[in-house]
């Protein structure tokens, strides 16, 4: 499994190096973390060691009531394990033996001001996310009113011009053509565009745009959830589209299903519009109304006073 640098994890966590000597570029694989209190007692079975190794306050204090010797002990056994590294807490801080031992081992030791909880809390969420099963589509992801609207379709069928449009009519662009696609849990799934491609849009005709620089930065987003599907095929006469919307269609990624509309494209549509309609009536149902439904009861109670 591809896993993320130490490196990285300590620059987005902002975490202090105390171990300035051992290189930064193993691998974190794994997106839990551990609190390794049972080791520090010394009961190392079951030790998940490929994890994030946390020392809070309690942990902390734990030690510092332990004679020198058993703490080396202690620390010889913790370090013997690959250990990615080992992140003090709550302004806590290891001691010489901890700094000599880890070292000698070659484990990164690293600090934080912040507490256990908000540590941890922000560790797993963010290695969620960096470690998630991944892939890669074709299509455009934008921000609209909150809702994550991804727009696939053949290549040429208007996905880049009506992401512009969104864009012009103050949505946000999170990227064009390429989808990085992630599964964070079992509902919710992430986009963000490739590094190469950030930021970029491809217009046939005119080439390649840099929406941050000619919109602003209020015109993009890294991240995004993937809430809604918009697919846009050319129209046919010969297809019957859903012209009601009582019952949702899915499309699946990475076993998660996602809503998904079928717009077919025809001259003088605006898709802009349309995508704008879609992700508001995506909220509206989400929030408990659903306005095909409405209409349908409607008509029942309607055709019901009439035969009464």
């Known amino acids: 499994m591809e896993g993320v640098k130490i490196s990285k994890f300590a620059e987005k966590m902002n975490l202090k190096n105390l171990t300035p000597d051992i290189s930064l570029e193993g691998e974190i694989t794994i997106p839990d973390i551990n609190r390794p209190a049972l080791q520090l007692t010394g009961y190392f079975e079951h030790f998940e060691h490929e994890r994030v190794q946390i020392i809070g306050y309690v942990e902390y204090t734990y030690l510092e009531g332990l004679s020198k010797e058993r703490k080396i002990e202690i620390y010889e056994q913790l370090c013997a394990y690959k250990i990615p590294c080992l992140v003090y807490c709550s302004k806590s801080m290891p001691d010489e033996d901890m700094l000599r031992i880890a070292t000698e081992h070659n484990i990164p030791i690293l600090v934080t001001e ?7 809390a922000e560790v797993i969420r963010w290695l969620k996310v960096e470690l998630a099963p991944c892939i890669s589509i074709h299509g455009v992801l934008v921000d609209v009113y909150g809702e994550g609207l991804l727009i696939m379709g053949e290549s040429g069928i208007g996905k880049s011009e009506a992401a512009l449009e969104l864009i012009k009519r103050g949505h946000r662009l999170v990227t064009d053509d390429v989808v990085e696609i992630r599964k ?58 859903d012209r009601l919307g009582l019952e949702e269609e899915y499309t699946e990624f990475l076993g998660n299903k996602v809503v998904c509309h079928s717009i077919p494209i ?27 439904k409405e209409l349908y009861n409607r008509v029942q109670n309607s055709l019901v006073g009439k035969m009464e």
Not at 114 to 120: A, G, L, V
Not at 204 to 224: A, C, H, M, P, Y
Not at 267 to 288: S, W, Y
């Open 114 to 120: 912040k507490s256990t909880s908000s540590c941890m």
């Open 184 to 241: 964070v849990s079992d509902e919710t799934l992430i986009g963000k565009a490739p590094d190469i491609t950030r930021h970029f849009i491809e217009l046939r005709g005119i080439g390649i745009v840099d929406v941050k620089n000619l919109f602003g930065v209020e015109s993009v987003k890294e991240t995004q959830s993937i809430d809604l599907v918009i697919k846009l095929e050319d129209w046919s006469k010969d297809r019957e589209y």
């Open 266 to 292: 025809r001259p003088g549509r605006n898709l802009a519009i349309i995508c704008e309609t879609a992700a508001v009536n995506h909220r509206q149902k989400q929030m408990g109304y659903n306005a095909a």
